[in-house]
């Protein structure tokens, strides 16, 4: 059976490239991604890049998690509004890592399993703002100054930002080929 990455995109302001080039790296290889949003229709990039999520998050279950082997979430300007401090978003990632899935994010989406409480006194990276950086302080999260850092024990990823999609895109396919 082939394996199935679930990517978590924000309606508006995710970063183009964060989204763009681990999701063509993934279906190039042949796995069977699907997107699910937070609202019905359209997303749309920074950039104006314009995806439709073929599945509504809210919709979602843990049934349905249970098929997935990676989740993956793109970071971007809106990662504060959408992805920050969501209750719902951090139970699934916290589902997936307590399933021993795959839990990759970029940029500010990194943010997501540290309020989860998934990296307390573990390395891991994000956009380097003054706000982010305190975040991970916050919960006693080691930040390292690096593209990507991926916890191979802990199937988590969390990388940096739009240069550092292709890495991350990277890092998520040697993690789903190594299991």
């Not at 719902?88 to 989406?109: G, M, N, T």
């Not at 307390?120 to 003054?130: F, S, W």
């Amino acid at each position: 059976m082939s394996k199935r990455i679930l990517f978590v995109l924000m309606p508006m302001d995710f970063q183009d490239v964060e989204f763009t080039e681990p999701y063509t790296m993934l279906t190039a290889q042949g796995y069977h991604v699907d997107v699910a949003g937070f609202k019905p229709g359209p997303a749309r990039g920074t950039q104006g890049y314009e995806f439709t999520p073929n599945l509504l998050l809210s919709d979602m279950d843990t049934q349905d998690f249970d098929s997935y082997d990676a989740l993956v979430i793109p970071g971007g300007k809106a990662s504060p509004q959408f992805l920050w401090d969501n209750e719902e978003l951090q139970d699934i990632v916290r589902y997936f890592h307590d399933y021993e899935k795959i839990v990759a994010a970029i940029c500010y989406a990194s943010i997501v399993p540290v309020q989860a409480g998934l990296l307390q006194n573990k390395d891991a990276t994000v956009y380097p703002t003054d706000e982010a950086k305190a975040i991970l302080e916050e919960y006693d999260v080691i930040f390292v100054d690096s593209e990507c850092v991926v916890l191979p024990e802990e199937k988590i990823i969390t990388c940096q930002g739009p240069q550092a999609a292709q890495t991350f895109g990277q890092a998520i396919l040697n993690l789903l080929e190594g299991e």
